[in-house]
T-cell receptor, first 115, second 113 residues
Framework: AQSVSQHNHHVILSEAASLELGCNYSYGGTVNLFWYVQYPGQHLQLLLKYFSGDPLVKGIKGFEAEFIKSKFSFNLRKPSVQWSDTAEYFCAVNPATDSWGKLQFGAGTQVVVTP | DAGVTQSPTHLIKTRGQQVTLRCSPKSGHDTVSWYQQALGQGPQFIFQYYEEEERQRGNFPDRFSGHQFPNYSSELNVNALLLGDSALYLC????????????FGPGTRLTVL
């Protein structure tokens, strides 16, 4: 079955530390890839997306993600986190054959940044 | 410009009852998707509405049904509620096409007792 896996359920780190969240998917074909974030008390919002082209994509708030096709991975990174990055992060996949945008999400990673 | 709005915010029902959740899409959006997010899990796709028709459906039973109105707003109906239907129900809107960002609403928290 097609699936999206996020490696860590909970991550705790200090301000200024680097963050990397793993995401792997099991679709065999071309995919569109997304990272969404949910800050406490707020809606899910898009951090960044990859459709094609440069496999290193930059999003909002200093986040970036790298698509490695051979590893079926789309890992999220931020070089130096802030307390305000405390949130839940979701990786999502949309098969490129699905022109209507259905998203399949991973289970999410709760990130807590301590001062 | 209002984003995606959902009502009600919270809802408590008992097993066997029926529930209707409502969603108003972001201005200019014509496509509405519904997701179920159980505790500790990521959102799961229920179905998508476009031009008042259900055009795509996830792996959910027929107890889950929906509707889209001419003004693009949408309803999600769940019949014969089960305890396992307790979840956060998210509505997302977009302008047609997978290349357009989906904007999510705040969700409706449904508790089934």
């Amino acid at each position: 079955a097609q699936s999206v896996s996020q490696h860590n359920h909970h991550v705790i780190l200090s301000e200024a530390a680097s963050l990397e969240l793993g995401c792997n998917y099991s679709y065999g074909g071309t995919v569109n890839l997304f990272w969404y974030v949910q800050y406490p008390g707020q809606h899910l919002q898009l951090l960044l997306k990859y459709f094609s082209g440069d496999p290193l994509v930059k999003g909002i708030k200093g986040f970036e993600a790298e698509f490695i096709k051979s590893k079926f991975s789309f890992n999220l990174r931020k070089p130096s986190v802030q307390w305000s990055d405390t949130a839940e992060y979701f990786c999502a996949v949309n098969p490129a054959t699905d022109s209507w945008g259905k998203l399949q999400f991973g289970a999410g990673t709760q990130v807590v940044v301590t001062p | 410009d209002a984003g995606v709005t959902q009502s009600p915010t919270h809802l408590i029902k008992t097993r066997g009852q029926q529930v209707t959740l409502r969603c108003s899409p972001k201005s200019g959006h014509d496509t509405v998707s519904w997701y179920q997010q159980a505790l500790g899990q990521g959102p799961q796709f229920i179905f998508q509405y476009y031009e008042e028709e259900e055009r795509q459906r996830g792996n959910f039973p027929d107890r889950f049904s929906g509707h889209q109105f001419p003004n693009y707003s949408s309803e999600l109906n769940v019949n014969a509620l089960l305890l396992g239907d307790s979840a956060l129900y998210l509505c997302a809107s977009s302008w047609d096409s997978s290349y357009n960002e989906q904007f999510f609403g705040p969700g409706t928290r449904l508790t089934v007792l």
